[in-house]
Each structure stands twice: as C-alpha cells, then as structure tokens.
C-alpha cells in the first residue's frame, strides 16, 4: 500500500469538535493578541465557549498521582465536552515539561485527546496530542 493510502485512512480523533476548539482559540488570539495572562485567555474562552453552546469543566482537578500528593494541585484548564483536554500556555517557549504535563493528564483522566496551546506566539500554533492508551 502507498505512503498516500496509509495517510487517507487515517481516522482523526474527534475531527469537528477540534475544529470547533481550534476556530474559538484562533478568535480569542486575534482578539486578545500576544501579551496577556493565561487567565485573561481562558476567561475569553469561557465566554466564546458559552456563546457556542459547547459544554466544557473549567480547571477540573486531577486526581492525586502519587501517595501523599497534596490534592487539588494539578489542574487541567479546560474538558471540552467530556472528551477533549485543554491547556492553555502563554509563555515564551512550550517546553517538553508542558507536553509531558498535558500526557499526565490525560492518562490520570483516561481522554484520548489533549490539545496544548500557546497564546504568546505571534501565530499561534495548537498541537494535538493522543493518549494511545486510553480506553474511551
């Protein structure tokens, strides 16, 4: 089979709902620009998010990850629709730390799909990262 066949067969976890995500992170970026905080970017996502009509938990606690891990530490920002993590950055570099957090969360919360971003780049980029070993 040719490389092209492999690629068209490729199913995409969640295609329309990581649309949606990204159009709204793209609309608060160009509203917002580069220079805000995190919380100044999910608040304009929260609103955008309400005007949508699409559900989502805000800053939903990640279970404790190790015995005698203080609870309530990690927080993912947002679960789009009970299947989709999102972690908002704005910050000079995403770092390996940053990716690793979000693989971290997604597995303690068994998702398949996590979606990191940063606001602070000139354009913004959000990638996608799979959790293979999810059973959702």
Do not use: W
Request: some cysteine.
């Amino acid at each position: 089979m040719n490389a092209n066949l492999q690629i068209a067969n490729v199913k995409i976890v969640y295609a329309d709902l990581s649309y949606k995500i990204t159009g709204a992170l793209f609309t608060v970026h160009n509203e917002l620009g580069r220079y805000c905080n995190e919380k100044q970017y999910a608040d304009a996502l929260e609103n955008l998010f309400k005007k949508l009509k699409v559900s989502y938990e805000r800053e939903k606690t990640i279970p404790e990850s190790f015995q005698l891990e203080k609870s309530g530490r990690n927080k993912v920002d947002f679960i789009i629709e009970d299947k989709v993590l999102l972690e908002l950055k704005a910050k000079r570099l995403v770092s390996k730390e940053d990716y690793y957090q979000v693989r971290r969360y997604l597995s303690a919360l068994n998702k398949k799909l996590g979606i990191i971003v940063n606001f602070r780049d000139k354009f913004i980029k959000p990638k996608r990262i799979l959790n293979s070993g999810s059973a959702e």
